[in-house]
């Protein structure tokens, strides 16, 4: 069974920066797509960053030059650095993945964290 472990979120003053990883773990057979996601109080959950299976990453507008996703895809992993943090920036943030737990492709997932609280306030 696939599951998404997130770590890295926590309380940064404005201008700090903080990185966020999400894991996959279990059975895996190739990951169509991640993203990251984050949802403030009050507001409805937003994409912050999108990675395509080909390795292209979209990000929101009011996080591009400030946020950079990555990934390794040996680990399963998809990270996202958080520079120049804004008070703004304050939510949960989740990663989602997609993809395939047997090896014919035939039962997919469609998986998100447990979401961690990101914090930016002096």
């Known amino acids: 069974q696939v599951q998404l472990v997130e770590s890295g979120g926590g309380l940064v003053q404005p201008g700090g920066s903080l990185k966020l990883s999400c894991a996959a773990t279990?059975?895996?057979?190739?990951?169509?797509?991640q993203g990251w996601y984050r949802q403030a109080p009050g507001k409805e959950r937003e994409l912050v960053a999108r990675f395509s299976r080909i390795g292209t990453i979209t990000y929101a507008d009011s996080v591009k030059g400030r946020f950079t996703g990555s990934r390794d895809n040996a680990k399963n992993t998809v990270y996202l650095q958080m520079n120049s943090l804004k008070p703004e920036d304050t939510a949960v943030y989740s990663c989602n993945m997609m993809g395939w737990s047997n090896l014919a492709r035939t039962i997919p997932f469609d998986l998100w964290g447990q979401g961690t609280q990101v914090t930016v306030s002096s």
């Open positions: 279990g059975t895996i057979f190739g990951i169509n797509a």
